[in-house]
């Protein structure tokens, strides 16, 4: 069982910036692969960012692409989501997830929450206009 703590979230104002970090429980994390969902009130949870762990290979929604940056520090087993410029429509619960398998760079599929294994308690993130 992996457990997954975030931290890092909070208010900003618009065009501000803020980095989610996520912590693993997992000490042989190299064949995972680490997710960013977001989840705004009354909509569904929706993909943000992942990276697979042994390669560093990431992937981004479009809506995102250019102003957020995932990244993992092995050392530490934890990842980050970075999150520059960021906009009101930012503004959600923002969870982190793994899961014990390679996508391919398959979107579609890691775009499906219920394709993840382990999920973080979330943590709030405020973009004010």
């Known amino acids: 069982q992996v457990q997954l703590a975030e931290s890092g979230g909070g208010l900003v104002q618009t065009g501000g910036s803020l980095r989610l970090s996520c912590a693993a429980s997992?000490?042989?994390?190299?064949?995972?692969?680490m997710g960013w969902f977001r989840q705004a009130p009354g909509k569904a949870r929706e993909f943000v960012a992942a990276?697979?762990?042994?390669?560093?290979?990431?992937f981004y929604a479009n809506s995102v692409k250019g102003r957020f940056t995932i990244s993992r520090d092995n050392a530490k087993i934890t990842g980050y989501l970075q999150m520059n410029s960021l906009k009101p429509e930012d503004t959600a619960v923002y969870y982190c997830?793994?899961?014990?398998?390679?996508?391919?760079?398959?979107?579609?599929?890691?775009?499906?929450?219920?394709?993840?294994?382990?999920w973080g308690q979330g943590t709030q993130v405020t973009v004010s206009s």
């Open positions: 997830a793994a899961a014990s398998r390679d996508y391919g760079g398959n979107m579609l599929a890691m775009g499906r929450p219920g394709a993840w294994d382990y």
């Open positions: 997992e000490r042989t994390f190299s064949s995972y692969t």
């Open positions: 990276i697979k762990w042994s390669t560093s290979r990431t």
